[in-house]
């Protein structure tokens, strides 16, 4: 399945110096012997900074990228504010100094996480003032025991029903402090962009009452959200203790890690997992023994709560823990993870016996496991979460949102023929319509999803511990950075990618200097060239590490990096022994005719979706989409895999945006037959499960298209194979 994976330690595999003094080397990871005299690090006694993460403004995306962000400011998350019933300024307690309110809970900061993030990167005045409006209240609210926030608020799923008196008292016993986690997010990114002193000041004193409350009353069991979300809080302390080297800090991250979920363990008691009795058994499955060997099954909560074991690494040094984590994301993986895209099946949790990859994916888990590799790629230095945020960022992210930006999906599968508005329980975890494209819907994906390519783009390049800078994830885009001996570096990356081979880095200086580069190389190409200056570089460069280019760099340098792709099939033998196509970074799924069918959003919502009272719904109306074309295709393959598939490129968009099946640059022909036999389930209204393959198939050869699995909003991205 997935690679065995092994904790690094920074190992120089070739060097070559060049004639006119340039080093080029090939490393597992940037050395930690040096601190990074430019940019904040991790102090001791904390593990060092692999790689670090550059202030928010530092990157600004180009190409595609910028399109694709330019939507998102003028759809869905640059309106939600005027669409949000969270997000209306009357009675909201995150604008209450008292922090008194109807609106109150984690919907503020989840969008606010991203809003900002856009305004901060495109300079967009507008967005930073409205952004501001919500920091400045955060600043107000702060009580003199150093709390911050909405006093309390229900969680918002909870119907009007069901909350009565005796459940708030027992509530109001603890403090809620997971909506807190999140807006402390927005807080660093604000002193990012600012350098707002108040940030230091409101983190010490909100840290501060935290350190003193009694250890039970912190993370406390009646707030489950708090307490399996942890590892954010845990975060937000070592970003401060990096900043003001109190060592209460410390003691306190451990008081939080403590009180945390334990992610660490396995072997748990199952009435000890969250509710998974509460889920309907499939017919001859029971609970088996592996199901106890993650803390929570909820999907958003494992994207999210994988890492905190490594995050805890970094104050304890013990490697059991950062193992922990690996062990973590190979055990969903193993078990509900055998589909192509990058995530697995849990909508909402994972269920034994539902693993097909008709299963979904939550949005909020998308982004937030793209977050957890963000972090995880600082705090390893492991090329393989560079890999994987590609992964999800390219093949599943994109088409969980419509191609406007103007409605968002709550499940998205590699395996999906129709996204309706009906109930498919059980086929799908709850009862509702999970599967259309409704602005108004899916509260926590509504306003949490704004945070993935803000996020994605903040984490392209990073700081190196040697005063350079890395490539760590390909997109177009420039940087900003400081590097060598206080030298301004300014890079633009030209390329298409990851719709094109090559990477042009056009590198200006304010001054000569020496300073290293690193530039990641893939685990998955073949034969990567690098070229300075039009000179091909003859160092041998392995797949799965980085190129160091230690070298006096000036104005008007021009490194070109070529990353050749080929087409390579996965076989997922644990589920029905399927298979996906690879081309480099991209999985391709079967091109489906996509109906789409518009809806109105109020009349198509979820149960808890609240919306402001003068939202107009004819203006974000909800889509359906329905095949109009066969969908129940088997492949046939060949050892020679040229015989089977044919790699056809178009042109580049004139949008710039190649995330839909009719703008894609690259599709492939591949042979395949029809199998009858598949069709839809009538009992849950997806598509039917996968069978073992290979499947017989009597139908005739057949060459069909498939495009990049990211810009199919309908997919088949697992095929049976076709018994030759």
């Not at 190979?330 to 269920?351: A, L």
């Not at 993935?452 to 420039?478: K, Q």
């Not at 089977?644 to 640059?665: G, L, Y």
């Not at 009538?682 to 039917?688: D, I, Q, R, S």
Request: glycine share 6%.
């Amino acid at each position: 399945m997935f690679k065995n994976i092994k904790l690094h330690l920074t190992f120089l595999m070739s060097i070559q110096i060049l004639s006119c003094g340039d080093e080029i080397s090939i490393v597992d990871s940037p050395d930690t012997m040096e601190i990074n005299k430019h940019y904040v690090s991790n102090r001791l006694p904390l593990q060092p900074s692999k790689l670090i993460k550059l202030p928010v403004s530092s990157i600004k995306p180009q190409g595609w990228l910028l399109e694709y962000l330019n939507r998102q400011k003028n759809g869905l998350t640059g309106n939600l504010g005027k669409i949000s019933a969270w997000l209306d300024k009357k009675d909201n307690a995150w604008l209450s100094k008292s922090g008194e309110g109807k609106w109150g809970w984690e919907e503020v900061p989840y969008w606010l996480k991203g809003y900002a993030n856009i305004g901060y990167i495109t300079e967009d005045k507008e967005i930073i003032d409205e952004a501001k409006i919500w920091i400045e209240a955060v600043f107000d609210s702060q009580r003199e025991n150093g709390f911050f926030g909405p006093n309390y608020a229900w969680e918002s799923y909870i119907d009007e029903i069901d909350r009565k008196s005796e459940l708030g008292a027992k509530k109001r016993e603890a403090i809620d402090f997971w909506p807190n986690m999140i807006m402390l997010y927005c807080l660093q990114s604000y002193y990012e962009y600012s350098k707002d002193e108040r940030v230091i000041q409101l983190m010490t004193k909100y840290f501060k009452f935290q350190f003193e409350i009694q250890e039970e009353d912190l993370l406390s069991n009646k707030h489950y959200w708090a307490r399996i979300r942890g590892g954010d809080n845990l975060h937000s302390v070592i970003w401060l203790y990096n900043r003001t080297g109190e060592k209460w800090l410390l003691s306190l991250a451990d008081k939080i890690y403590r009180r945390t979920a334990p992610w660490t363990s396995r072997d748990h008691e199952l009435d000890k997992i969250e509710n998974p009795m509460r889920m309907e058994k499939r017919d001859g499955f029971e609970w088996p023994i592996w199901y106890t060997d993650l803390i929570d099954w909820h999907n958003v909560n494992i994207a999210q709560c994988f890492r905190t074991p490594a995050q805890y690494f970094l104050l304890n040094g013990d490697k059991k823990y950062l193992k922990a984590t690996y062990d973590n994301f190979n055990i969903i993986r193993e078990h509900f993870g055998q589909v192509p895209g990058g995530m697995f099946g849990s909508d909402e949790i994972s269920r034994p016996g539902y693993d097909d990859p008709r299963q979904g994916i939550e949005l909020c888990g998308i982004v937030e496991q793209m977050n957890s590799n963000e972090h995880l790629l600082r705090i390893t230095g492991d090329i393989f979460w560079a890999d994987h945020i590609e992964n999800i960022a390219f093949n599943s992210f994109p088409a969980s949102v419509s191609p406007d930006f103007k409605a968002v999906r709550y499940l998205t599968s590699p395996n999906m023929v129709m996204s309706d508005s009906e109930t498919h329980w059980p086929g799908i975890a709850n009862h509702g319509p999970f599967l259309n494209f409704n602005p108004f819907s899916s509260r926590c994906c509504q306003h949490n999803h704004t945070q993935g390519w803000p996020y994605f783009i903040e984490n392209l390049w990073m700081a190196t511990p040697d005063d350079g800078l890395a490539a760590v994830v390909y997109s177009p885009s420039i940087v900003n950075a400081k590097v060598g001996d206080n030298t301004n570096v300014y890079i633009k990356n030209r390329t298409n990618y990851p719709f094109s081979d090559d990477l042009i880095f056009d590198i200006k200086t304010d001054k000569s200097d020496n300073f290293p580069i690193y530039l990641r190389i893939p685990t998955w190409t073949n034969k990567p060239k690098i070229l300075i200056n039009g000179e091909i570089i003859k160092t041998p460069i392995e797949a799965g590490k980085f190129l160091k280019i230690n070298r006096r760099w000036s104005s008007g340098d021009v490194v070109k990096l070529i990353l050749p792709k080929s087409i390579s099939v996965k076989r997922w033998k644990k589920n029905h022994n399927s298979a996906s196509i690879n081309y480099g970074p991209l999985t391709f799924s079967l091109n489906i005719k996509e109906n789409y069918v518009e809806k109105l959003s109020d009349k198509t919502a979820i149960a808890d979706s609240r919306w402001q009272d003068d939202a107009d719904t004819d203006e974000w109306p909800t889509f359906e989409i329905y095949p109009d074309s066969e969908w129940n295709y088997g492949l046939i393959l060949d050892k020679n895999s040229n015989y089977s598939f044919e790699v056809i490129e178009r042109d580049w968009p004139k949008n710039d945006f190649p995330f839909t099946n009719n703008s894609a640059p690259i599709l492939i022909r591949a042979l395949a037959r029809k199998i009858p036999e598949w069709k839809m389930d009538e009992e849950t209204g997806l598509v039917g499960e996968l069978m073992d393959s290979p499947v017989k198939s009597n139908e005739v050869d057949e060459f069909i298209e498939l495009v990049p699995m990211g810009g199919s909003r309908l997919r088949i991205s697992s095929f049976p194979v076709i018994k030759n």
